[in-house]
């Protein structure tokens, strides 16, 4: 079992849903990165979060750390918001080293 | 410089030749990962840089690959005896980790394609 696990795999939307993407971890850790990465570009940081909620324009990040698990949700999709989003933690129990999930395709359709 | 640079950008080789593969990490970050990346996968861990040390190396496939950062700062990914299955993009991150966790940067990454 992958230590960071991430749901779904892949989400095909309209224009304006709502979005939740998933990401449970069973490592200790010490941050959870959200990140994006477009199609042949390069990944961008979309949040760090050790706890709590944390919100940038559309974009809404949680994390709840007894259950060791975490949301991104993404209001109002547009189909520029069409990326790869990958769940990272710094793993406090593997000497901070940072696990990637395998990430979830979304493509919102105009 | 502003963010994390990687050199070259694109790199293509042939079956057995050496690379290597240059990260800048963001001046002040004391740690640095490398990553690789294959075509609709998730990144895949290579080793983690704590300061000059190699803190976790674990994720170096065999003994054709090695990482160094001598000062703490610059890294170079080596790959020997290039092989096919070698190529991927190769991605770089650095952060600053204290007491208090910083924020992830990556680079554009490095495409190394093996013929």
């Known amino acids: 079992k992958n230590e960071v696990e991430q749901s779904p795999q892949n989400l095909t939307a309209q224009e304006g849903e709502f979005i939740t993407i998933n990401c449970s971890y069973s490592?200790?850790?010490?941050?959870l990165h959200w990140l994006q990465q477009h199609p042949g570009g390069g990944i961008v940081s979309l949040f760090m979060?050790?706890?709590g909620k944390k919100k940038h324009g559309r974009l809404i990040a949680t994390i709840n750390i007894q259950e060791k698990h975490s949301s991104l949700h993404i209001t109002a999709s547009h189909p520029r918001d069409s990326a790869v989003y990958i769940c990272?933690?710094?793993?406090?129990?593997?000497?901070?080293?940072?696990?990637f999930g395998k990430g979830t395709r979304l493509h919102i359709l105009p | 410089g502003a963010g994390v640079s990687q050199t070259p950008s694109n790199k293509v080789t042939e079956k057995g030749k050496y690379v290597e593969l240059r990260c800048d990490p963001i001046?002040?970050?004391?740690?640095l990962y490398w990553y690789r990346q294959s075509l609709g996968q998730g990144p895949e861990f290579l080793i983690y840089?704590?300061?000059?040390?190699?803190?976790?190396d674990s994720g170096l496939p065999n003994d054709r690959f090695f990482a160094v950062r001598p000062e703490g700062s610059v890294s170079t990914l080596k790959i020997q005896r290039t092989e096919r299955g070698d190529s991927a993009v190769y991605l770089c991150?650095?952060?600053?980790?204290?007491?208090?966790?910083?924020?992830?940067?990556f680079g554009e990454g490095s495409r190394l394609t093996v013929l």
């Open positions: 991150a650095s952060s600053f980790l204290g007491v208090v966790t910083g924020e992830l940067f």
């Open positions: 490592v200790g850790i010490s941050a």
């Open positions: 979060l050790s706890s």
């Open positions: 990272a933690v710094r793993s406090t129990t593997r000497d901070d080293k940072i696990i």
């Open positions: 001046s002040g970050h004391t740690a």
């Open positions: 840089f704590q300061g000059t040390g190699a803190a976790d």
